[in-house]
């Protein structure tokens, strides 16, 4: 539990200026959705198309931005004004969210840890867990029950490695890098050398991959370990669950990948691009630094200029695709008119002959 003051104490050693409006004495005890909140409980208003709960909600804290008109008094309602109220109500949930318990603190009876293994201070391992011949684990790093670290895997310190992840040989995790469960990094890459009667030969994949400090990787997603070479992930990407990358891809500095998305072979994408859900690249192709990408495109080119937004099958500048989708809805009447006019022309034809 927090007074509205601790609430307004805690969120200015991240902003300036954050005015209080009411009272500050009111106890809070948790965070809640907007449409759910109670007496009591803490939420925000971040966006003016949702400026109509100031009156409606019922939560005894509201952050809300700088401009937000919430007058002189806010009776039983208090309002913190701010700058960026979205972000200030993350730092309000990462304070009443507290540490949450992955496995039993130390290194459980059953789990399996090679004598060559290198462990830092207050390592926590889970049940059924596995760490291959010289690994290294940086302090405060935890991992979860029945997670299998195969062998010369290094992974940073402050890292959160949920359950039943696979890290195969040679990968290279950095510090504060949170990995969900199901998720399998370093598997072989896709690399098959057709033959003349159809068949293939296994191409041997011989590099590794590297996950940079402060990359989130969501559940059940897959990252293949290089041909030869690296596949990186840079600092502070965040890829969520249900995402293929392939093997040599670099997926650039806070770069975010939504659900579902496939990254064929030795894609390299810049910093800061926002990929959306089922989008999918063709191999080989580079993506400029902030390049947004619709859900659901297909990329099959490079696109060079940094900034643009994509969408589309064939992916393609979103103004140029929208014009197109416009000219496809309508070429139903201009299907109808064609045929009129043809209709036209041949009874013009008929009584003409």
């Known amino acids: 539990m927090m007074t509205i003051s601790e609430i307004k104490t805690l969120l200015e050693g991240f902003f300036q200026p954050v005015e209080l409006v009411g009272d500050g004495d009111t106890v809070i005890t948790g965070p809640a959705k907007i449409e759910e909140a109670g007496a009591g409980q803490v939420s925000f208003v971040a966006n003016e198309k949702y400026y109509r709960f100031l009156d409606e909600a019922r939560a005894s804290l509201l952050i809300v931005h700088s401009d937000a008109p919430v007058?002189?008094?806010?009776?039983?309602r208090s309002f913190l004004k701010v700058k960026d109220p979205y972000t200030a109500f993350v730092f309000v949930l990462e304070k009443f969210a507290g540490t949450r318990q992955i496995t039993a603190p130390g290194i459980a009876a059953s789990a399996s840890v090679a004598s060559s293994a290198r462990l830092g201070r207050n390592v926590s391992i889970g049940q059924?867990?596995?760490?291959?011949?010289?690994?290294?684990?940086?302090?405060?790093t935890v991992i979860g029950q029945n997670t299998v670290l195969m062998h010369d895997v290094a992974i940073g310190s402050n890292c959160?490695?949920?359950?039943?992840?696979?890290?195969?040989?040679g990968t290279i995790i950095g510090d504060r890098v949170i990995v969900h469960s199901g998720t399998v990094i370093g598997a072989d890459g896709f690399g098959f050398a057709p033959q003349q009667d159809g068949s293939y030969i296994k191409i041997p994949q011989m590099g590794n991959v590297q996950i940079e400090d402060n990359v989130e990787i969501g559940a059940n997603t897959t990252i293949d370990r290089a041909t030869m070479g690296t596949t990186l992930v840079c600092r502070g990407a965040k890829i969520d669950n249900l995402v293929q990358i392939a093997h040599n891809c670099r997926i650039g500095e806070d770069t975010v990948i939504a659900s579902q998305a496939g990254i064929s072979g030795s894609v390299r994408i810049g910093?800061?691009?926002?990929?959306?859900?089922?989008?999918?690249?063709?191999?080989?192709l580079e993506i400029a630094d902030k390049t947004s990408v619709a859900a659901k495109a297909g990329i099959s080119k490079s696109f060079s200029q940094p900034g643009q937004a994509i969408r589309g099958v064939p992916a393609q500048p979103m103004r140029d695709q929208l014009r197109q989708e416009a000219l496809i809805r309508g070429l139903g009447?201009?299907?109808?008119?064609?045929?009129?006019?043809?209709?036209?022309?041949?009874?013009?034809?008929?009584?003409?002959?």
């Open 71 to 76: 007058g002189d008094g806010a009776g039983s």
């Open 128 to 140: 059924h867990a596995v760490i291959g011949e010289r690994c290294t684990i940086g302090d405060d």
């Open 160 to 169: 959160v490695i949920f359950p039943l992840v696979a890290c195969y040989d």
């Open 271 to 284: 910093r800061q691009c926002l990929i959306g859900g089922q989008a999918g690249f063709a191999g080989h």
């Open 333 to 353: 009447d201009m299907k109808a008119k064609l045929e009129a006019l043809e209709a036209q022309l041949k009874a013009l034809q008929e009584r003409n002959a």
